[in-house]
T-cell receptor, first 117, second 112 residues
């Protein structure tokens, strides 16, 4: 079945530094990938839609200069949290769907737990 | 604004019983409604999708209904097992490749 690999699974960084999270579709291609943020015991909040070869579409209230998204190929999207602060600590999850429309639903990565100290 | 509510934050049931989870939405006209399972510290896993013109879908012990008049979906797990314990999320979209809007989630605990 479709697999999305997300890396790293956990990262701890110092305030002011930047962190890059990778999301790869392993056995399918995706023109669109989605990035979510999840707080403890809360639901997933969509941050942005990553579009291969073009700019990402950000949800209202999400700072595009803080959360940089790059979708350079049909199998890779990256989210960079720039100048991270403790309030950016959260669980970040990506998802994708096969460009060929095989299967139903979306495939999610296993998530990245970001802790900013 | 769009609102998707799952009526119980937590649901505890006994093994062997049927678990019924509810998803209600307002200010939305979804073409598709999906259910996902999420285990702690993991990403959601797709379970079932139902279209706006479908009333019911089944997959093994799972059943989903979709009532666009009531703006509600019911998700049933029959013969529940402790391994079914997880958080279940409903999600709506206007297209198969459109962004998903998630509900608040229900934590299901199945006890022996």
């Amino acid at each position: 079945g479709a697999v999305v690999s997300q890396h790293p699974s956990r990262v701890i960084c110092k305030s002011g530094t930047s962190v890059k999270i990778e999301c790869r579709s392993l056995d399918f291609q995706a023109t669109t990938m989605f990035w979510y943020r999840q707080f403890p015991k809360k639901s997933l909040m969509l941050m942005a839609t990553s579009n291969e070869g073009s700019k990402a579409t950000y949800e209202q209230g999400v700072e595009k200069d803080k959360f940089l998204i790059n979708h350079a190929s049909l199998t890779l999207s990256t989210l960079t949290v720039t100048s991270a602060h403790p309030e950016d600590s959260s669980f970040y999850i990506c998802s994708a769907r096969d460009i060929l429309g095989r299967g139903l639903g979306y495939t999610f990565g296993s998530g990245t737990r970001l802790t900013v100290v | 604004s769009q609102k998707i509510e799952q009526n119980s934050e937590a649901l505890n049931i006994q093994e062997g019983k049927t678990a019924t989870l509810t998803c209600n939405y307002t200010n939305y006209s979804p073409a598709y409604l999906q259910w996902y399972r999420q285990d702690p510290g993991r990403g959601p896993v797709f379970l079932l999708l139902i279209r706006e013109n479908e009333k019911e879908k089944r997959k093994e012990r799972l059943k989903v209904t979709f009532d666009t008049t009531l703006k509600q979906s019911l998700f049933h797990i029959t013969a529940s097992q402790p391994a079914d314990s997880a958080t279940y999320l409903c999600a709506l979209s206007t297209g198969t490749a459109s962004k998903l809007t998630f509900g608040t989630g229900t934590r299901l605990q199945v006890t022996l």
